[in-house]
């Protein structure tokens, strides 16, 4: 599985951005799709996951409802949408996946395969 994040950019205190992860490779089905955020000096850490057959999510309490993370079936495709963005919401994002066996997983290190990351800038 192939994974091509976009979407970041510099955007100011309060605004959004929509960050994309395409798969290529393969379809998705059958995989847990996870994005996550890394800050300088800061371990990697999960923003959201979601199970691409059931859509069953789950968000790290830092997204606060800020954060909402869907797929797109036909496109192969998982959406971040990041809403009211924050100053410490500065980071580079990564688009995971595994494949979907047991419970959906957040810690970095169960998930295979990785995107190229893409950098969200928040101004104050």
């Known amino acids: 599985v192939q994974l091509q994040a976009s979407g970041g950019g510099l955007v100011q205190a309060g605004g959004s951005l929509r960050l994309s992860c395409a798969t290529s490779g393969r379809t998705f089905a059958g995989y847990d799709m996870g994005w996550f955020r890394q800050a300088p000096g800061k371990e990697r850490e999960i923003v959201a996951s979601i199970r691409t057959t059931s859509g069953f999510k789950y968000y790290a309490d830092s997204t606060n409802g800020r954060i909402t993370i869907s797929r797109d079936i036909a496109k192969n495709t998982v959406n971040l949408q990041m809403n009211n963005l924050k100053p410490e919401d500065t980071a580079v994002y990564y688009c995971?996946?595994?494949?979907?066996?047991?419970?959906?997983?957040?810690?970095?290190?169960?998930?295979?395969?990785w995107g190229q990351g893409t950098l969200v800038t928040v101004s104050s």
């Open positions: 995971a996946a595994r494949p979907a066996i047991g419970a959906l997983l957040t810690a970095p290190g169960t998930y295979d395969y």
